[in-house]
């Protein structure tokens, strides 16, 4: 009681005493010099840090929570639309290596942020394809949906970039907008597991390049076993069944992204969680340590005092 | 020998599983088909799939898509399906009276065209109750 008393009178007397500049030292000293004299200047610190990290893991637990709530709603509509694309690819097979003039990138990524990786393993590819597919005579253009691929390819393909399009939850997409390609590249992350996305490419092709594919025979040739129906060409039908193919993929795409990105969000908030404890755990033993220095530091001076008034 | 049907959608599988003919409305019109059925590849237009099961006939309101008809294989790929017993007669009345009056409301091309096609689909659904009862 009287030891509380007696360091509050030090407090008081300790701060006209040290001037600012000096103070300011002192204070980034104290996490490690321990035995220093100074008195409870830095736990008055190290516990405002403390109280930092705890909110900072409060809050990650609370994200960690509603992304693992958002990616069970998410989940069961991603696998209910993955059987629409399938026929697809069993009926035109999956032609990544077609030499086309114009190809189209499509990168699908997140708007917000604190989701891991997976922005950027597709940005990367996405860099790696618009490398692969331009040649002399080729050319290769980018339509980005999301803001964090947007961000990231803006700084330094600008010129190659020719829509983007954000917040596709409050904007959905329309056709309207009009972009020439011969093959369109799909660029986004398929979720396998709740730790395991896996950057995707699937490509479309343009109805006249896959008119070209099926004579040339191989996959697309067993198109032409189908008699056509429905329609007076079969470049009609072709026209229609590129449209309809482009949209299902779309569609799947977006959803699998979202699901990585919920996903992503969720094991990383885990882990910065994780280290906010980690964290707060070191800074109650320096809290801790620093406490009974102080304590022993006034104890001394106490004691010595009284011991010069004594003798 | 019987045919495999599967009808999907982009929110879930509608239909999977073994019929014995299906009558299905593409864009130049109706095609029946049984079983050792040529391969076709078609556009659906939005209008009525009727299946037969022994002897008993389902109808299901399809909104457009595509099909394919491989060796006894059918795979339907549709922007949305419904079947009949799971339309309610009025709310469909009602949904069609709504969609009429927008589309004489309706102004500008976009507006027009989206009207139609959402006239069409009222009309399929309530069509295909009207045909259940038959």
Not at chain 1, 85 to 106: E, N, R, Y
Not at chain 2, 30 to 45: E, R, S
Request: with cysteine.
């Amino acid at each position: 009681m009287a030891m509380a008393a007696l360091r509050r009178e030090g407090r008081r007397f300790a701060t006209p005493l040290l001037s600012s500049p000096i103070r300011s030292s002192i204070i980034s000293h104290s996490h490690e010099e321990v035995a220093n004299g100074v008195r409870s200047i830095s736990t008055q610190v190290v516990r405002n840090r403390m109280k930092s990290v705890k909110n900072i893991q409060k809050i990650t637990k609370a994200m960690k929570m509603v992304a693992a709530s958002k990616l069970r709603a998410i989940q069961t509509r991603t696998e209910n639309s993955r059987g629409l694309w399938q026929p697809f690819t069993a009926l035109l097979g999956d032609a990544p290596s077609v030499d086309v003039k114009k190809s189209v990138i499509v990168t699908i990524s997140s708007d917000k942020g604190l989701c891991g990786g997976i922005n950027s393993t597709s940005v990367k590819i996405s860099r790696v394809l618009h490398k692969l597919s331009s040649g002399p005579e080729k050319e290769t253009k980018y339509v980005i949906l999301g803001e964090k691929a947007k961000a990231q390819l803006l700084r330094d393909s600008k010129q190659d970039i020719s829509l983007s399009i954000t917040e596709l939850q409050k904007n959905p997409l329309n056709y309207t907008q009009n972009v020439e390609f011969d093959a369109l590249k799909i660029v986004f992350n398929k979720f396998h597991s709740v730790v395991q996305f896996m950057p995707t490419v699937s490509t479309v092709l343009s109805p006249e390049i896959m008119e070209r594919e099926s004579e040339a025979g191989g996959k697309l040739g067993e198109l032409d076993s189908y008699e056509i129906e429905g329609a007076e060409t079969k470049g009609e039908v072709l026209q229609n069944l590129a449209e309809f193919q482009f949209s299902c993929i779309l569609f799947n795409g977006v959803l699998e992204n979202a699901c990585s990105e919920q996903g992503a969000r969720m094991s990383a908030m885990d882990s910065s969680s994780r280290n906010a404890g980690d964290m707060l755990d070191r800074l109650t033993l320096t809290y801790n340590r620093t406490r009974q220095a102080s304590i022993t530091t006034e104890l001394i001076e106490i004691i010595s005092g009284a011991s010069a008034l004594e003798g | 020998m019987t045919l495999n049907l599967c009808v999907l959608t982009p929110n879930r599988i509608v239909w999977d599983s073994e019929v014995k003919e299906i009558i299905l409305s593409t864009n130049s019109g109706q095609i029946g088909v049984l079983p050792n059925h040529a391969p076709i590849a078609t556009a659906v237009d939005i209008g009525i799939l009727r299946i037969r099961l022994n002897d008993q006939w389902l109808t299901m309101a399809l909104m457009g898509g595509f099909a394919r008809i491989g060796n006894n294989k059918i795979t339907i790929l549709v922007n949305d399906a419904e079947k009949s017993s799971d339309i309610d007669p009025e709310e469909a009345q009602q949904t069609l009276e709504i969609a009429e009056a927008n589309l004489t409301k309706a102004e500008g091309k976009r507006q027009l065209i989206e009207a139609n096609l959402s006239l069409r689909r009222a009309r399929t659904r309530v069509e295909a109750i009207n045909m259940l009862a038959q």
